[in-house]
């Protein structure tokens, strides 16, 4: 009986398959397009990248957890062998043993796996989505222990009468209904949507990515793509951001069905700990909902935080493919305070197995509602008059930018036309606490040496909170006008101590045809001690804790030349317990403090518990919205200080005749 039934289930399975692969791509393929057509030649060469980005990138970060790498090891690998080795086996009739013995270890390692799948399902933490994905253990076992036992008779473990005499047409029944579950949760449930959506997506995902760059390949390891995509703001016929469901690239929309609910990102999100009204896994599956239509009810994950108070419990949002995200009065797919809660730290991003963009998806909607209904809440709309008006958020006089200097006698760009470093202030320079930073940094420089200018009242805000803010406009309006005066004068590198300027600066500006080599101050120094230029006394203090901030490290990949740096000064420092790549973020980015969405707590205050869980007197910190932010903590027990004042408290007194002349005027290269 099995003999005739297995093909027909397997052949049906596969053409089902089919049939809601095609109306799945044709789903994805509503959104937007971006960029010319691929071609056959171009969707040839993006699927032949999967299986180095599966086993490689993804697998990269599924590793953190190694309970779930092995499982999803044995699971995934287990189930993709084992549905290639039935097709030729049960379907084609090809008894081999030497294709019935891959069959049998393949189903066999995939049934073990299974087993770790039901023992993470007992207790699931808090994080994992429930509801139908409950059920995928006893999917995964009936699928891969049915095929085990049919594939049995095919090596001659047992003899096939097993199945077909008087009382195996039952055994037969039993194994053919744990076949039909199987393919119909894990393979059906591929194309169809179910749990199992997220491995035919995800695979596609990898393929078309938006940021193909992130991916290693033969040529070496892939690099941090995290800068904003721009918008084209000279054609009268584009929207300005992400309305409805269908405004996102057909990418993005791909991405939002590889999500596996896993919860890795609401894990780390710091506005979810903070009770503010962002589950970035919720957010993700609103999407999803939004791409077909319907509301959250079914939704069996954490809420969004400020979901279950009246008004706004599940099942009230909902939506379609082209109504608004976001709307005007009432309830739509989300709620804009949901949207505004994001500080973009792309800690989301960074832990997601899937490679989804969060943050991209935020922004776009973000510019919607800034650019189409000028709808920024808190000090959003102020802050942007500030920068059309004065060029900075704050709204001072733009020729008070060297007001903090007076007594410095910095050289200007304008008078020298060259300079081996351009140091940026940024808008810390109108900041009477940044002002200590950059003053000490001044000091830095000038023991060390270094030929530098800075452009003076020539400097505009970078355009980074217009940006995150969605405002897009007054971003490339600033940037071209930076990017214009820079072009005036000669110099080798861009110095900053404020990462979101150096991410925007050198990552941003390009697109805009804004090319610079450009460095955060804590790497320059570091460099300056390494060729001898810097000499430090020894540190007396006590213990230091070090604070990642999220656009220097996540965004750009430095975190080992602030510790460089502090190791030089003679501190050892003691980490956290979310440092470097997982660092919580203080809550200064993405406009967040403009916005000032209301949570259970604040989260530079979260910040600030880590930094007394180490014992730490003091947490340096990189970043001017860092000590801004931690230093706002009531009843903090560190004290928060910049790295460049801790150097230019440490520097020590070198007499010009210990040391060789070639030390003292080495320079830099450039790399």
Known sequence: MLDTLLPILLFSALVLAGIGAVRRIRLWRQGRREGPPLGLSGVLRALSTVPRRYMVDLHHVVARDRYIAHTHVATAGGFVAAMLLAVPVHGLGLDSPWLGGPLLVASGTMFVGSLFVARRRRRPPARLSRGAFQRLPKSLMAFSLSFFLITLPV?????????????????????AAGIVWGLAELLLGMTWGGPMKHAFAGALHLAFHRRGERF????????????????????????????????????????????VQC???????????????????????????????????????????????????????QGNPHGPIVAREGKAL???????SCTTCRACVEECPMMIEHVDAIVDMRRFL???????????????????????????????????????????MSEVDEAEVLLWLGDGAFDMRNQRTLRALVKVLRSAEVDFAVLGDEERDSGDVARRLGDEATFQSLARRNIATLSKYRFRRIVTCDPHSFHVLGNEYGALGGDYRVQHHSTFIAELYDIGRLSFAPWRGGRVTYHDPCYLGRYNGEFEAPRRVLKALGIEVVEMARSGFRSRCCGGGGGAPITDVPGKQRIPDMRMQDVGETGAELVAVSCPQCTAMLEGVVDATAEVRDIAELVADALAEVLPSGEAPSQRHQTVEVM
């Not at 077909?164 to 039993?174: A, D, K, N, Y």
């Not at 033969?218 to 929207?239: C, F, H, I, N």
């Not at 954490?302 to 706004?312: D, F, I, K, Y």
């Open 216 to 259: 290693s390949s033969a040529r070496g390891e892939g690099v941090r793509s995290t800068g904003l995509k721009p918008l084209d703001l000279d054609d009268p016929t584009a929207k300005l951001g992400v309305e409805t469901p269908a405004d996102f690239i057909w990418t993005q929309r791909l991405g939002f069905d590889a999500c």
């Open 263 to 317: 919860g890795r990102c609401e894990a780390v999100c710091p506005a979810f700990a903070a009770g503010q009204p962002l589950n970035p896994k919720k957010l993700i599956q609103d999407m999803v909902i939004g791409m077909t239509g319907g509301s959250d009810a079914a939704y069996a994950g954490s809420p969004h935080p400020s979901q279950g108070r009246e008004g706004n419990s599940p099942g009230e949002h």
């Open 370 to 412: 800034t650019l189409e209904h000028g709808n920024t809440p808190g000090k959003g709309a102020e802050v942007l008059d500030n920068l059309i008006a004065t060029d900075n958020p704050g709204g001072f006089a733009p020729g008070s930018r060297l007001h903090w200097a007076a007594d410095l006698n910095l050289p200007q």
């Open 155 to 175: 090596v001659g473990v047992v003899p096939a009468a097993v199945l077909t005499e008087w009382g195996g047409w039952l055994l037969g029944l039993v194994l």
């Open 334 to 340: 989300v709620d804009a305070e949901t949207l505004w």
